[in-house]
């Protein structure tokens, strides 16, 4: 089975505060991709990547950073934590082509205080 | 630019009932769609997709879809409703490397 382990779960942090959500997948993936999930917004696409060191802006990069140094490995970066980043963070990843399934991980809560 | 609707944002049914949930899309090329299930405080989980083999999927949980090209639709559907289906359901198409999601329906399963 497909694994894509997000290493926090539930994390709780200050205004201002530098934070970092750790992606890791284990099935070879080429894409990797960083979503936020809202209420009554549905997911939307953060920042994706198609390959190491490579990335591509989503829909709502604003705040936001990612590091790819690593094919099973994606972290997303936010350099300076607010309030109205309170949310749930999805990572996924899939393989290249088009009928290739998205995987994803358990979700991490971020509450930013 | 591709889309993605899901008419309804909560559907109640009673348990033993069909559950049928509507997903339409836009895309100017032939879709590669998908339909998942995210229970609470959980991730995303494939039930289905369609890929162009045939219009009607077969996924999991007794779960199926049937892609309409004539509607641009990709409707969920379950014959009979169990209290463990009540959960959140995206629809998705995939759009070059990357895939776009409905807004969810969350559905209810009353006893």
């Known amino acids: 089975d497909v694994k894509v382990t997000q290493s926090s779960r539930y994390l709780v942090k200050r205004t201002g505060e530098k934070v970092f959500l750790e992606c890791v997948q284990d099935?070879?993936?080429?894409?990797m991709f960083w979503y936020r999930q809202d209420p009554g917004l549905g997911l939307r696409l953060i920042y994706f990547s198609y390959d190491v060191k490579m990335k591509e802006k989503g829909d709502i990069p604003e705040g936001y950073s990612v590091s790819r140094e690593k094919k099973e490995r994606f972290s997303l970066i936010l350099e300076s934590a607010s309030t109205n980043q309170t949310s749930m963070y999805l990572c996924?990843?899939?393989?290249?082509?088009?009928?290739?399934?998205?995987?994803f991980g358990e979700g991490s809560w971020l509450t930013v205080v | 630019a591709q889309s993605v609707t899901q008419l309804g944002s909560h559907v109640s049914v009673s348990e033993g009932a069909l559950v049928l949930l509507r997903c339409n899309y836009s895309s100017s090329v032939p879709p590669y769609l998908f339909w998942y299930v995210q229970y609470p405080n959980q991730g995303l989980q494939l039930l289905l997709k369609y890929t162009s083999a045939a219009t009607l999927v077969k996924g999991i949980n007794g779960f199926e879809a049937e892609f309409k090209k004539s509607e641009t639709s990709f409707h969920l559907t379950k014959p009979s409703a169990h209290m463990s289906d009540a959960a959140e359901y995206f629809c998705a198409v995939r759009v070059g490397q990357n895939f776009v999601f409905g807004p969810g329906t969350r559905l209810s399963v009353l006893p």
């Open positions: 099935m070879d993936h080429e894409n």
């Open positions: 996924a990843s899939s393989r290249q082509g088009w009928a290739n399934t998205i995987y």
